[in-house]
Protein backbone atom coordinates (compact mmCIF):
# COMPACT_ATOMS: atom_id res chain seq x y z
CA UNK A 1 0.00 0.00 0.00
CA UNK A 2 2.53 2.24 0.97
CA UNK A 3 4.16 1.65 -2.40
CA UNK A 4 1.24 2.37 -4.55
CA UNK A 5 0.82 5.53 -2.77
CA UNK A 6 4.39 6.29 -2.91
CA UNK A 7 3.94 5.97 -6.50
CA UNK A 8 0.41 7.99 -6.90
CA UNK A 9 2.68 10.90 -5.01
CA UNK A 10 5.20 11.13 -7.37
CA UNK A 11 3.13 10.68 -10.82
CA UNK A 12 0.54 13.41 -8.95
CA UNK A 13 1.57 16.89 -10.09
CA UNK A 14 -1.20 19.12 -9.13
CA UNK A 15 -1.49 22.97 -9.82
CA UNK A 16 0.54 24.88 -7.01
CA UNK A 17 2.37 21.89 -6.06
CA UNK A 18 1.91 18.78 -3.68
CA UNK A 19 0.54 19.62 -0.50
CA UNK A 20 -2.33 18.40 2.13
CA UNK A 21 -4.90 20.63 0.35
CA UNK A 22 -4.86 18.57 -2.71
CA UNK A 23 -7.29 15.74 -4.18
CA UNK A 24 -4.79 13.17 -3.33
CA UNK A 25 -3.22 15.00 0.04
CA UNK A 26 -6.96 15.05 1.28
CA UNK A 27 -6.83 11.06 -0.13
CA UNK A 28 -4.26 9.83 2.08
CA UNK A 29 -5.14 12.62 4.95
CA UNK A 30 -8.95 10.66 5.42
CA UNK A 31 -7.06 6.96 5.16
CA UNK A 32 -4.28 8.05 7.49
CA UNK A 33 -7.18 9.64 10.10
CA UNK A 34 -8.69 5.85 9.81
CA UNK A 35 -5.86 4.36 10.67
CA UNK A 36 -5.03 6.64 13.56
CA UNK A 37 -8.33 5.99 14.84
CA UNK A 38 -7.90 2.11 14.10
CA UNK A 39 -4.68 2.16 16.41
CA UNK A 40 -6.83 3.97 19.37
CA UNK A 41 -9.42 1.24 18.92
CA UNK A 42 -7.32 -1.39 20.10
CA UNK A 43 -6.87 -0.33 23.72
CA UNK A 44 -10.41 -1.51 23.85
CA UNK A 45 -10.00 -4.56 21.71
CA UNK A 46 -7.64 -5.69 24.38
CA UNK A 47 -9.85 -5.12 26.71
CA UNK A 48 -12.77 -7.01 25.22
CA UNK A 49 -11.98 -10.33 26.49
CA UNK A 50 -14.88 -12.19 24.59
CA UNK A 51 -14.52 -11.07 21.44
CA UNK A 52 -13.91 -12.92 18.42
CA UNK A 53 -13.20 -9.98 16.11
CA UNK A 54 -9.91 -11.35 15.53
CA UNK A 55 -6.77 -12.98 17.91
CA UNK A 56 -5.18 -9.98 20.50
CA UNK A 57 -1.79 -11.10 18.64
CA UNK A 58 -2.96 -10.51 15.40
CA UNK A 59 -4.82 -7.24 16.18
CA UNK A 60 -0.75 -6.04 18.37
CA UNK A 61 0.56 -7.35 15.06
CA UNK A 62 -1.74 -4.61 13.07
CA UNK A 63 -1.60 -2.51 15.51
CA UNK A 64 2.37 -2.10 15.20
CA UNK A 65 2.68 -2.53 11.13
CA UNK A 66 0.04 0.25 10.87
CA UNK A 67 1.71 2.86 12.58
CA UNK A 68 4.81 2.37 11.34
CA UNK A 69 3.21 2.70 8.04
CA UNK A 70 1.53 6.01 9.30
CA UNK A 71 5.43 7.72 9.84
CA UNK A 72 5.54 7.47 6.24
CA UNK A 73 1.74 8.14 4.80
CA UNK A 74 1.11 11.19 6.62
CA UNK A 75 4.28 12.80 5.08
CA UNK A 76 3.20 12.08 1.70
CA UNK A 77 -0.45 13.39 2.90
CA UNK A 78 1.63 16.51 4.24
CA UNK A 79 3.71 17.01 0.76
CA UNK A 80 6.42 16.86 3.28
CA UNK A 81 5.76 20.77 4.23
CA UNK A 82 6.30 20.96 7.71
CA UNK A 83 6.79 23.61 9.81
CA UNK A 84 6.04 25.14 13.64
CA UNK A 85 1.89 24.63 13.89
CA UNK A 86 -0.99 22.80 14.81
CA UNK A 87 -0.49 20.20 12.11
CA UNK A 88 3.40 19.40 12.30
CA UNK A 89 2.93 18.68 16.33
CA UNK A 90 -0.16 16.42 14.97
CA UNK A 91 3.03 14.40 13.76
CA UNK A 92 5.32 14.75 16.07
CA UNK A 93 2.51 13.40 19.02
CA UNK A 94 2.03 10.99 16.91
CA UNK A 95 5.93 9.83 15.97
CA UNK A 96 6.55 9.80 19.28
CA UNK A 97 3.16 7.41 19.94
CA UNK A 98 4.42 5.16 17.48
CA UNK A 99 7.81 4.52 18.61
CA UNK A 100 6.73 4.34 22.17
CA UNK A 101 4.38 1.32 20.89
CA UNK A 102 7.41 0.11 19.03
CA UNK A 103 9.62 -0.22 22.01
CA UNK A 104 6.41 -1.41 24.57
CA UNK A 105 6.07 -4.16 22.19
CA UNK A 106 9.50 -4.96 21.88
CA UNK A 107 9.65 -4.99 25.72
CA UNK A 108 6.95 -7.42 25.88
CA UNK A 109 8.05 -10.07 24.07
CA UNK A 110 12.15 -9.73 25.11
CA UNK A 111 11.16 -9.16 28.96
CA UNK A 112 7.80 -10.99 29.83
CA UNK A 113 9.22 -14.48 29.71
CA UNK A 114 11.57 -13.32 32.16
CA UNK A 115 9.21 -13.34 35.19
CA UNK A 116 9.09 -16.56 37.60
CA UNK A 117 5.48 -15.82 38.06
CA UNK A 118 3.93 -16.05 34.67
CA UNK A 119 5.58 -19.70 34.36
CA UNK A 120 4.10 -20.53 37.28
CA UNK A 121 6.83 -19.61 39.90
CA UNK A 122 6.56 -17.87 43.30
CA UNK A 123 4.27 -14.85 42.58
CA UNK A 124 5.38 -11.71 44.28
CA UNK A 125 3.47 -11.82 47.47
CA UNK A 126 4.54 -15.36 48.15
CA UNK A 127 8.12 -14.68 48.14
CA UNK A 128 7.40 -11.64 50.55
CA UNK A 129 6.05 -13.80 53.01
CA UNK A 130 9.12 -16.04 52.31
CA UNK A 131 11.37 -13.02 53.06
CA UNK A 132 9.37 -12.36 56.29
CA UNK A 133 9.71 -16.03 57.60
CA UNK A 134 13.22 -15.94 57.04
CA UNK A 135 13.71 -12.85 59.63
CA UNK A 136 11.34 -14.15 62.30
CA UNK A 137 13.83 -17.60 62.06
CA UNK A 138 16.96 -15.17 61.96
CA UNK A 139 15.08 -13.74 65.16
CA UNK A 140 14.69 -16.91 67.09
CA UNK A 141 18.53 -17.69 66.76
CA UNK A 142 19.36 -14.68 67.97
CA UNK A 143 17.94 -14.61 71.12
CA UNK A 144 19.97 -15.18 74.23
CA UNK A 145 22.82 -15.29 72.14
CA UNK A 146 26.50 -13.07 73.10
CA UNK A 147 27.26 -9.63 71.79
CA UNK A 148 29.92 -11.59 69.34
CA UNK A 149 27.01 -13.55 67.65
CA UNK A 150 24.71 -10.12 67.01
CA UNK A 151 27.55 -8.16 65.83
CA UNK A 152 28.09 -11.16 63.07
CA UNK A 153 24.47 -11.20 62.08
CA UNK A 154 24.04 -7.61 61.68
CA UNK A 155 27.11 -7.56 59.97
CA UNK A 156 25.32 -9.77 56.77
CA UNK A 157 21.78 -9.14 57.66
CA UNK A 158 19.97 -6.43 55.75
CA UNK A 159 16.22 -4.94 55.92
CA UNK A 160 14.40 -5.73 53.11
CA UNK A 161 10.75 -3.56 52.56
CA UNK A 162 9.86 -3.86 49.28
CA UNK A 163 9.18 -0.61 47.19
CA UNK A 164 11.08 1.74 44.59
CA UNK A 165 13.78 2.88 47.23
CA UNK A 166 14.58 -1.18 47.51
CA UNK A 167 14.60 -0.77 43.69
CA UNK A 168 16.73 1.72 43.21
CA UNK A 169 19.02 0.33 45.95
CA UNK A 170 19.12 -3.20 44.69
CA UNK A 171 22.49 -3.38 45.57
CA UNK A 172 22.02 -3.92 49.40
CA UNK A 173 20.55 -7.34 48.70
CA UNK A 174 24.68 -8.87 48.92
CA UNK A 175 25.75 -12.15 49.47
CA UNK A 176 27.54 -13.34 52.22
CA UNK A 177 31.04 -12.85 52.01
CA UNK A 178 32.28 -16.94 53.01
CA UNK A 179 36.01 -15.64 54.18
CA UNK A 180 34.64 -12.85 56.13
CA UNK A 181 32.04 -15.00 57.72
CA UNK A 182 35.01 -17.40 58.69
CA UNK A 183 36.84 -14.80 59.82
CA UNK A 184 34.05 -13.46 62.05
CA UNK A 185 33.15 -17.04 63.09
CA UNK A 186 36.20 -17.33 65.18
CA UNK A 187 35.53 -15.04 67.54
CA UNK A 188 32.21 -16.99 68.79
CA UNK A 189 32.01 -19.53 71.50
CA UNK A 190 32.15 -22.84 70.51
CA UNK A 191 28.10 -23.43 71.37
CA UNK A 192 27.33 -20.73 69.21
CA UNK A 193 28.94 -21.52 65.47
CA UNK A 194 26.44 -24.14 64.47
CA UNK A 195 23.66 -21.39 64.75
CA UNK A 196 25.50 -18.97 63.49
CA UNK A 197 25.80 -21.38 60.23
CA UNK A 198 22.53 -21.47 60.02
CA UNK A 199 21.71 -17.55 60.92
CA UNK A 200 24.13 -17.38 57.39
CA UNK A 201 22.39 -19.89 55.47
CA UNK A 202 18.86 -18.08 56.33
CA UNK A 203 20.70 -14.43 54.96
CA UNK A 204 22.05 -16.21 52.11
CA UNK A 205 18.10 -17.64 51.02
CA UNK A 206 16.94 -14.17 52.25
CA UNK A 207 19.16 -12.57 49.39
CA UNK A 208 18.12 -15.03 47.10
CA UNK A 209 14.61 -14.44 47.66
CA UNK A 210 14.72 -10.46 47.59
CA UNK A 211 17.30 -10.46 43.87
CA UNK A 212 14.24 -12.49 42.73
CA UNK A 213 11.44 -9.98 43.74
CA UNK A 214 13.64 -6.78 42.44
CA UNK A 215 14.38 -8.97 39.11
CA UNK A 216 10.52 -9.16 38.63
CA UNK A 217 9.69 -5.94 40.21
CA UNK A 218 12.16 -4.00 37.28
CA UNK A 219 10.95 -5.72 34.29
CA UNK A 220 7.61 -5.42 35.52
CA UNK A 221 8.77 -1.75 35.96
CA UNK A 222 9.92 -1.62 32.43
CA UNK A 223 7.03 -3.19 31.05
CA UNK A 224 4.95 -0.18 32.08
CA UNK A 225 6.76 2.58 32.34
CA UNK A 226 6.35 3.43 28.41
CA UNK A 227 2.44 3.28 29.18
CA UNK A 228 3.27 6.33 31.01
CA UNK A 229 4.68 8.16 27.76
CA UNK A 230 2.70 6.23 25.47
CA UNK A 231 -1.19 6.45 26.65
CA UNK A 232 -0.95 10.52 27.22
CA UNK A 233 0.61 11.28 23.77
CA UNK A 234 -1.69 9.14 22.00
CA UNK A 235 -4.83 11.51 23.86
CA UNK A 236 -2.98 14.49 23.03
CA UNK A 237 -2.39 13.29 19.74
CA UNK A 238 -6.18 13.22 19.09
CA UNK A 239 -6.79 15.64 20.44
CA UNK A 240 -4.08 17.93 17.68
CA UNK A 241 -5.38 15.92 15.34
CA UNK A 242 -9.14 17.37 15.78
CA UNK A 243 -7.88 20.62 15.96
CA UNK A 244 -5.90 20.02 12.59
CA UNK A 245 -8.63 18.71 10.89
CA UNK A 246 -10.94 21.42 12.17
CA UNK A 247 -8.46 24.25 11.48
CA UNK A 248 -8.49 22.73 7.62
CA UNK A 249 -11.83 22.64 6.58
CA UNK A 250 -12.66 26.16 8.77
CA UNK A 251 -9.84 27.52 6.62
CA UNK A 252 -11.04 25.92 3.47
Keep these: MLVVCSIGYIINDPIGGRNGGTALGYTYGIVATVGIVWLMAFGLRKRAYSSTL ?11 WIGIGLLFLVPLHAGFSFGCNVHTLAYVLMVITIVTGI ?19 S ?3 AIIEQVQSLDRDLESLITKKS ?16 GLI ?28 EDAVSALGLIDQKVDLSRD ?8 MLLRVWLFIHVPVSVALCGALAIHIFSVFYMW
Design 54 to 64: GTLEGWLAAHV
Design 103 to 121: WGAMNYGRLSSKIESHRGG
Design 123 to 125: KGR
Design 147 to 162: DAFLSLVKRFDFRFEP
Design 166 to 193: ALLNAQSATAVDAKQAAEAMLSLPEDER
Design 213 to 220: ILRESYIK
